[in-house]
């Protein structure tokens, strides 16, 4: 692909996030899977086990979920950094 | 598409866990048999493995005015393999379960089904049909990831309805889970395969000629004329 397509795919990522966030700015963004959750409870299902450890605080969880997304973000980094290093060497 | 702890009950959980166990197992094997058989492939699982770790870590905004996330695992199963993406799920879903009280240990079987063992295995169909009805590598990426990725979250919908079906049945129970999930997915699915489609195109530019050791694409030289592998 040339770089152009990048951009253009770039372009479409970025659009198709804020997207939503432009159209109904004030909805509440609540996650899926608690929305799943909520709909379950509201049958009075009663969950039978609870996770055995819950990050204190949302700044925690936030922390622990940037984490995992810069843990991810660094190999990948490294990856293409060293391939292209390698390339541009020979 | 994760089921948080404990949101199965009996026998359902067992279920889930008894199903996916031989799946792992499997993947398990072909991590060690593609390993050995071809070291230089170790940096490409780790690769997977990182894509998964950070799409599944974003939390994206959606037309339905809630938040989901990505799987990374259809560009995994293209790459390494469906085998290979369950192991690689599995590591991600504990991670979560341990560290983000995300999803949940009694329902990792459910949820590596879901995430590790139907979408990669779809994607991976997807893109060996692609691949023979001579599609390009890219549109057969972006098909693969991103039906992939939305096919998770229909099969976490059919985990739900079968245990929580409404008055009127499954059926019923199954559309209002599949509206929470499915639907606010299609935006993030479309995101995934634009994501999978970069990386892969990168793959396919640097490490052409390992992918075509793997099978997972053609070299020029043979029957295929690909764009995307001349580097």
Known sequence: MKPRYYIVLIAVLVALFATPLLLSPSAEYGGADSAAETAISDTGYEPWFSPIWEPPSGEIETLLFSLQAAIGALIIGYFIGYERGKRAKT | ?231
Request: proline share 6%; hydrophobic share 55%; aromatic share 10%.
């Open chain 2, 1 to 231: 598409m994760h089921i948080m702890e404990g949101f199965l009950p009996h026998p359902w959980w067992e279920i889930w866990f008894i199903i996916a166990i031989p799946f792992i197992s499997y993947g398990i094997y072909r991590m060690s048999k593609v390993t050995k058989k071809i070291p230089e492939a170790l940096p490409l699982l780790a690769l997977m493995g990182a894509f998964v770790f950070v799409l599944s870590a974003l939390k994206l905004p959606s037309v339905t005015g809630s938040t989901s996330h990505p799987t990374g695992t259809g560009l995994a199963a293209v790459v390494v393999g469906p085998g290979i993406t369950s192991v690689l799920s599995l590591i991600v879903l504990i991670f979560q379960a341990l560290l983000l009280a995300h999803g949940g240990l009694t329902t990792l079987g459910a949820n590596v089904f879901s995430m590790g063992i139907v979408g990669p295995i779809a994607a991976y169909a997807i893109w060996v049909t692609c691949k023979k009805m001579r599609i390009s590598s890219s549109v057969s990426v972006f098909l693969a990831a991103a039906l992939g990725d939305l096919l998770t979250y229909i099969v976490t919908s059919i985990q739900l309805a079968l245990v929580f079906p409404t008055s009127t049945g499954f059926f019923d129970a199954f559309l209002r889970f599949g509206s929470i999930f499915a639907i606010t997915q299609i935006p993030l699915a479309i995101g995934e395969g634009i994501l999978a489609v970069i990386l892969f195109d990168f793959l396919a530019k640097y490490k052409g000629q390992l992918l075509a050791t793997m099978k997972v694409i053609k070299l020029p030289h043979s029957t295929n004329t690909e764009e995307a592998t001349t580097p």
